[in-house]
Each structure stands twice: as C-alpha cells, then as structure tokens.
C-alpha cells in the first residue's frame, strides 16, 4: 500500500504540471477564448472549474508522451527523468500560479471536512490496489505488454509471438511509464489511479443533500460507485478494461455536469470529446463515444465565425496527436492498421500478422464475448464460422449465461433503448411540427417544458444518451462479454430513466414537503447500500489479507515454465495453461518453435510468422 502511495503522490505531481501546462496553453489561444457578452466587443479565457481537469489532461498528455517515446527507446528511467526535468520547467515557469493553486488546495484540504473525505477515498482506493484478484488476462499479456514497453519500447511484429501483444493499448504505455521497474519490481497501480479519480469525482453526489434536488449526473455517480465495488477487490491489476470503463464515467459525468451547470465555453466540451479520442486508444471499443463530439462540432460550426473555425481546426490536430502514435504502434506491432480488423490492409509489411490468424482471432474475441466456450470455439475448422452462429441461438444463450444484478441492468437497458426510440421520434416530430405548414400535426412548444435548470437539455440529453445507446449496441453486436461493456450497461438505462425520474421529481415541486421527503428517502437508500457494499468488501477481503501488502504491492502470478530457443534468443512458455506472468521474458503462450523467426539476429529487428496456421 505504501508503494501505491508513493507512485500515486508521484503520479498526482506529474500529470497535474502536465495537465496544468497543457490547459494554459490550450486557453491562451486566441481561438479558444469565448465572448464576454453578445455585443461581442471581447472574449475570455476560459478557467477549468475542477482542479481533476488537470490531472485528466496530464494523463492524455503523459501517455501520448509514453507511447511516443516507446518508438525510439524503452520507456523506463530515462523517460522519467526526462518527464521529472520537464515538470521542473513547468513548476519554475508557473510558479505563482502553481503556487497559488497549492495554498488554496491545501486549505481547502486541511480546513474542511471535504478534504478529509478526499484524503480517506485515497487511501481507501490505494489499500484496493496494493493487492486483490489478479486479472485472468494480466498474467496471459498485459503483463508481458508493459514489459515489452519497459524493456524495448516496441518491436516489428511483435504480435507473431503472440497475437495478444497485438492488443496494443495506450493504457499499457502508460502503465510502463509508471511502473518503476527501473526500481526493481514492475509496479501496476494505473488502473487504480483510474479508479481513484473516478470515486474523488462521485464524491460530489453528497452535494444532492445541499442542493435539495436531484441532477442527471447523480444517477451515473451511482452506477460509478456501483462500478467501483465491483472491481474494487480487481483493480490491482492493470486490465484496459479498468481504464476504459472509468474514462467513460469520467467523460459522461463531468460532460453532465456542465450541462447542468450551463457552461457555454466550447473549450471544455472540446478537451471532453479529445478525452473520448483518449478512450479509444485504450480500446477500440469505446468509438461510438465520439458521438458526443457533434456537441462541440455544432458549438463551432453554429453562426461560426474564422475564431471557431481555427479552434476546429486546433482541435483535429490535438486530436491526431493523441491517436497517431496509437495507430504508429499498431503498425509496427501488427503490421495492420487496427488489429485485428482486416478489413483495412494498407501496408503489406513483411512482419505482418497472417491475415487468417488476424480474422480467426477477431472471430475468437466475438465467439468469446457470446458465450461460446473455448471447447466450441476449437471445434469450429473455420474461425469465419464462428460469425455465422444464429442471433437467437447465441442470444438466449448468452442471456442465460448473466446473472444476478447484470441481467436486470441488460433488460432494463432494453427497455431504456425503447424509450429513447420514443423520444427521438418525440424530438423530430415537435420539430417538424414547428414548421410552417406542420405546425398543427403537434402541440407547438418545447420539448418537455423545464421548471428548473437543473433539468437537462433535450437535444443534449438525446445526443448523450445516444452515443451511450450506440455504444451498447456496438458491444453487444461485437463481444458482449460483461467486463467489456460493463460501463454502458450501467449507465443507459440510468441516464434515460434518471432523465424521467428528475422530471417528476420537478412536478412534486422542489421546496414541498414530498421532495424533501424523497431526498431524505433517497439519501437513506443510498447511505445503507454504500455500507452494505463495505461490509461484504471487508468480508470477502478477509480471506486475501496480507500485512507485507500495506508495504508492498502484491505482484503478478508465479507459473512454471518451459523454454524454446530461436535464432540464440530463448524464449519461456507455461507448462500449463497459457498464463506466465511478468517474470518471465520474453515468453509465448506455448512453444512456437519453427513457427516464428527473427527478422535479423537480435530480437529488436522484429518477429515474423513462419507457419501462419491459427
């Protein structure tokens, strides 16, 4: 636990300069100024609300500045130092600003009881990370991933050795970058950090007792703390599935927050929908959140004039900087664009993945994710067999394959999704109806007239829900295995419900005895389930509870192993299974021998398939 602490405070240093830098630099654009007033004699920088928005941009900019620097060398010491002078350049450059923002961070720390709740969730979520269940997968690749990173940056072909090194994520550079393997011991404390930064920003929901009334983000800060208590006891280790999952609450809350607070800057949506471009180089699934990108699109093309154009054209080019190093390692990794997409072959690289191991392994990742278990997927003589199982069949299997709370969420989803359906067609119908000559079809008037501003936009709460509608349907016609799209599961009927919930709240009047009664109600409920998730946490923590982990964090798994030799270099795989852990380098998920050889005679000129046979 001591170690987590120790790499977080580093953690928490480093992206905030970052992070910090990059904003300045980004609100001093004359482009990313918004008008003062609609005379439109002057414009403003725009200040970030939450001292978080720092730590978030810093991450973007701390993995793409890994990635980057794994093209050239392994990301280990010398990355660090690099990054450790450049926030010594940041912290001398802004120092009044900094300090100011540390004096008033400190205050609000020490002299206020909100501080002593930030400082216990921090704790709290490093206590989570110092040990757990480690992840099925870490010990199958994603360990062997951020070593790669750490020992050689990156390698031609990689994913010849084992296609699950294809799998790039930025996650992993970023994990690499913060694992102080330099030290000693790789340490995977990221996708708690992730974790952490999401439950400091569900702690806002306390504020629903303040402010007498509930808002739409109340309902995602639930199903976020819902999340955490899920993989509490599993965040110790480094999945992208964490990542991800967290990102996506992150972006979803703080975008409704600003909703709600009616932020008319564009500069903010736009860092938001760059954040989502974030998502996706952590996994390919997490695409159809680009959809929210159309709010700050039309913020800028609407009555646009040259100043939003350029702050358009700014934000593309933000946005190829964080996907373009992603995409350069898939390349050098793969040989592909998006592995394992193979519908885009645009390079025909010597070390290229065979494209029927390619199509056989998306085939395998869809099989996987409907249920089908790996007996029934080996069976199949054609990996494009496994795409042609029938909907209803792997359906109601899958269905039947969820249990407990997970398959009331999937059914209250489809429920959420009609109702969406509903109102779109709502939407578009009172908009026709507002043109001339439709205008008597419906009653003229807006959409769910709003008695309060707490409530949501419409058009903004269709595009929201929508992208979490897309996404959901994505998923579940991709790989709809639980972990994958856990975040989307909780989050669409919570938003399109929670929508309709706020509504009628509203129509019980804020200031009448009945809503204060509901808040009262609502608090109470949600007071005795977060200490009932508590107790079952401590409870089922008991059985893993080790004393050198409030030291140390555990480590990943322990197997025994064989080895192969290939042109001098020797490689180690399992003996049983398929899992090796970190320990263990290079290694393969099985002998591969005269089925890869080197490109030259060390193992940085890169991997090529000799026998592409799935």
């Known amino acids: 636990m001591l170690s987590v602490v120790l790499i977080w405070i580093y953690v928490i240093i480093t992206t905030y300069l970052t992070g910090f830098a990059f904003l300045k630099f980004v609100t001093s654009l004359d482009c990313m100024q918004s008008q003062k007033n609609k005379s439109k004699t002057g414009y403003k920088k725009y200040n970030p609300h939450y001292r978080e928005s720092y730590i978030m941009a810093g991450i973007v900019v701390d993995t793409v500045y890994a990635q980057i620097y794994s093209l050239m060398a392994g ?7 690099i990054l450790i002078a450049f926030c010594a350049l940041i912290a001398v450059y802004y120092r009044q600003e900094l300090f100011e923002e540390v ?17 216990l969730i921090f704790l709290l979520m490093a206590y989570g990370t110092s040990h757990g269940i480690m992840h099925y997968d870490s010990d199958l690749y994603h360990a062997q991933a951020i070593r790669w990173i750490e020992e050689y940056g990156i390698v031609r072909g990689l994913g010849n050795l084992h296609v699950r090194l294809a799998y790039n994520s930025s996650s992993f550079a970023l994990a690499a970058l913060y ?32 402010r007498k009334q509930p808002i739409l983000s109340d309902f995602a800060r639930i199903m976020a703390i819902y999340y955490l208590f899920t993989i509490f006891d599993e965040m110790v280790a480094p999945a992208s599935d964490y990542y991800l999952s967290c990102i996506v609450f992150y972006i979803i809350i703080h975008w409704l927050d600003m909703n709600v607070r009616h ?27 680009l959809i929210l990108a159309i709010i700050p699109i039309y913020k800028l093309l609407h ?7 350029k702050a358009l054209g700014v934000s593309v080019v933000f ?12 390349i050098i990794i793969s040989g592909w664009l998006v592995y394992p997409v193979t519908g885009i072959d645009l390079f025909n690289l010597k070390w290229e993945i065979p494209k029927e191991i390619a199509a056989y392994d998306a085939a395998e990742i869809r099989a996987y994710g409907r249920g089908l278990d790996n007996q029934a997927i080996m069976s199949q003589a054609d990996g ?4 042609e199982t029938d909907f209803i069949a792997w359906a109601s299997n899958w269905f039947a394959g969820i249990h407990g709370l997970n398959k009331v969420m999937i059914v209250l989803d489809v429920v959420a999704i009609v109702v969406y359906v509903l109102c779109l067609i709502y939407f578009f119908a009172v908009a026709l109806s507002e043109t001339p000559g439709l205008k008597n079809k419906l009653n003229t008037g807006k959409v769910f007239k709003l008695s309060t501003r707490s409530m949501l936009n419409f058009a903004d709460f269709l595009t929201i829900s929508g992208s979490l509608v897309v996404c959901l349907l994505f998923w579940f016609f991709s790989a709809p295995l639980i972990r994958y799209g856990e975040v989307y599961v909780c989050l669409t009927f919570a938003i399109i419900f929670g929508r309709f919930l706020i509504h009628g709240f509203n129509k019980l009047g804020v200031d009448s005895a009945r809503a204060r009664l509901a808040i009262q109600i609502f608090a109470t409920i949600l007071v005795v389930w977060i200490g009932y998730k508590g107790v079952r946490l401590v409870i089922d923590d008991v059985s893993r509870f080790n004393a050198a982990n409030f030291l140390t964090q555990q480590d990943y798994g322990d197997y025994e192993v064989d080895t192969f030799v290939i042109c001098d270099v020797t490689f180690y795989y399992p003996v049983e299974g398929d899992r090796i852990g970190y320990k263990y380098f290079p290694s393969a998920p099985r002998d591969m021998t005269g089925q890869i050889e080197l490109i030259g005679k060390r193992i940085e000129d890169g991997i090529v398939y000799k026998n592409p046979q799935p």
């Open 263 to 289: 932020t008319h800057s564009y500069v903010p949506y736009i860092m938001l929908a760059l954040t989502g471009v974030y998502a996706v180089t952590i996994k390919l699934s997490a695409a159809p959140i």
């Open 103 to 119: 004096m008033d961070a400190v205050r609000v720390t020490v002299g206020s009881r909100v501080g002593l709740y930030y400082i």
């Open 384 to 387: 494009a067999a496994l795409w």
């Open 179 to 210: 694992s102080m393997s330099f030290l000693g011991k790789s340490y995977h404390a990221m996708a708690g950090f992730f974790a952490l930064m999401l439950a400091w920003q569900c702690l806002d929901l306390k504020d629903i007792i303040r």
């Open 303 to 309: 009555k646009g004039d040259t100043r939003k154009y």
């Open 319 to 330: 946005a190829l900087i964080i996907v373009l190093p992603f995409l350069i390692r898939n």
């Open 75 to 81: 990301v280990g010491v010398s990355a660090n130092l």
